[in-house]
T-cell receptor
Framework: DTAVSQTPKYLVTQMGNDKSIKCEQN?????MYWYKQDSKKFLKIMFS???????INETVPNRFSPKSPDKAHLNLHINSLELGDSAVYFC????????????FGPGTRLTVL | AQSVSQHNHHVILSEAASLELGCNYS??????LFWYVQYPGQHLQLLLK??????LVKGIKGFEAEFIKSKFSFNLRKPSVQWSDTAEYFC????????????FGQGTILTVHP
């Protein structure tokens, strides 16, 4: 009965490759997010979707493209991976169009070699 | 832009000691405030939250936090820590023009020695 799930948990890849991370929530929430946690553990929002519509897009390179096929899923596709993309990526969801408590997934540790 | 500041990067305590972790934020309007905990190798879990009402909020595992609007603070407290409280603690704010966007502090690592 996992609330927010992400796959894969670990992702190791070479520079220049394209990869995707998937996120699903079964909480019935209307808003989903992607956060990046860097090597110093600092968490920063990347994107937010409400009912499949993009509502927050922080200054993120356009190599990162989120896609929300429905309000329970928010995937993150990354093109032309760079060393600096190595981080832990957390998906989260909330109700009340972003004003509610955000619940986080287990994270995906991406390592770019 | 909002910012969140956590005063201590690393706190080391012995079991049964009392804990207070500081958190200050920059936005002066209506805010929602949160403390999350990240145990080693695990994801973020909500400890407690403040939306409105009583400024003293109680969370899970014996934690509490006090919202002091005049000081823009939301400090986390626990009267007696346990070894299992060893983790990293994050303060976060959601408010103002940034509704939906959680702004996190830098995190405080708590190490509790048995």
């Amino acid at each position: 009965d996992t609330a927010v799930s992400q796959t894969p948990k670990y992702l190791v890849t070479q520079m220049g490759n394209d990869k995707s991370i998937k996120c699903e929530q079964n909480l019935g929430h209307d808003t989903m997010y992607w956060y990046k946690q860097d090597s110093k553990k600092f968490l920063k929002i990347m994107f937010s979707y409400n009912n499949k519509e993009l509502i927050i897009n922080e200054t993120v390179p356009n190599r990162f493209s989120p896609k929300s096929p429905d309000k329970a899923h928010l995937n993150l596709h990354i093109n032309s991976l760079e060393l600096g993309d190595s981080a832990v990526y957390f998906c989260a969801s909330s109700q009340r169009s972003g004003r509610g408590t955000q619940y986080f997934g287990p994270g995906t540790r991406l390592t770019v070699l | 832009a909002q910012s969140v500041s956590q005063h201590n990067h690393h706190v080391i305590l012995s079991e049964a000691a009392s804990l207070e972790l500081g958190c200050n934020y920059s936005y002066g309007g209506t805010v929602n405030l949160f403390w999350y905990v990240q145990y080693p190798g695990q994801h973020l879990q909500l400890l407690l939250k403040y939306f409105s009402g009583d400024p003293l909020v109680k969370g899970i595992k014996g934690f509490e936090a006090e919202f002091i609007k005049s000081k823009f603070s939301f400090n986390l407290r626990k009267p007696s820590v346990q070894w299992s409280d060893t983790a990293e603690y994050f303060c976060a704010v959601n408010g103002g023009t940034s509704y939906g966007k959680l702004t996190f502090g830098q995190g405080t690592i708590l190490t509790v020695h048995p």
